[in-house]
């Protein structure tokens, strides 16, 4: 069994909630909170510097914890990925770790497969290739 750490769980938690419309209504609903306590507290430094420290200190820990969910599920789609790649035997096992290259040898593979996608575009709009279930439009 798969056991995460209570880090990871947690992260994964708070990223899955973080983007609900519940939570937006409710950071929604502090703010007008907020603005509508000002004439009660004069609009005072105090008062301003509540809602400046929360959200700072919300915004802060929730940028690791979101990074956190991402970098996992980056590596799961990676690896997912890679074994399409590996089971396929016509595809090429070398673009298996494309996101350790450098960003220069990344244009050169980019700009081969570019190249290739304008062929088959070429291809396509000749009519030397069947079209399956779609036609290319004219601006493709």
């Known amino acids: ?12 938690g708070a990223a899955k909630y973080a983007g609900k419309p519940g939570t937006f209504t409710v950071a ?7 603005a509508v306590s000002g004439p009660f507290f004069g609009f005072n430094d105090t008062w301003q ?5 929360s959200t700072t200190i919300i915004t802060f820990l929730m940028v690791f914890l979101i990074q956190n969910s991402q970098n996992s599920d980056s590596v799961a789609m990676h690896l997912k990925l890679d074994e399409l790649i590996r089971a396929d035997k016509v595809a090429h096992n070398s673009l298996m770790d494309l996101e350790e290259m450098e960003e220069e040898e990344l244009e050169k593979i980019r700009d081969k497969f570019e190249s290739i996608a304008a062929e088959a575009r070429k291809q396509l709009r000749s009519k030397r290739v069947p079209t399956s279930e779609f036609d290319v439009e004219e601006g493709c």
């Open 49 to 53: 510097l509540v809602i400046n420290t």
């Open 28 to 34: 929604l609903l502090i703010i007008i909170v907020w």
């Open 1 to 12: 069994m798969n056991k995460k750490s209570w880090f990871s769980r947690f992260a994964k």
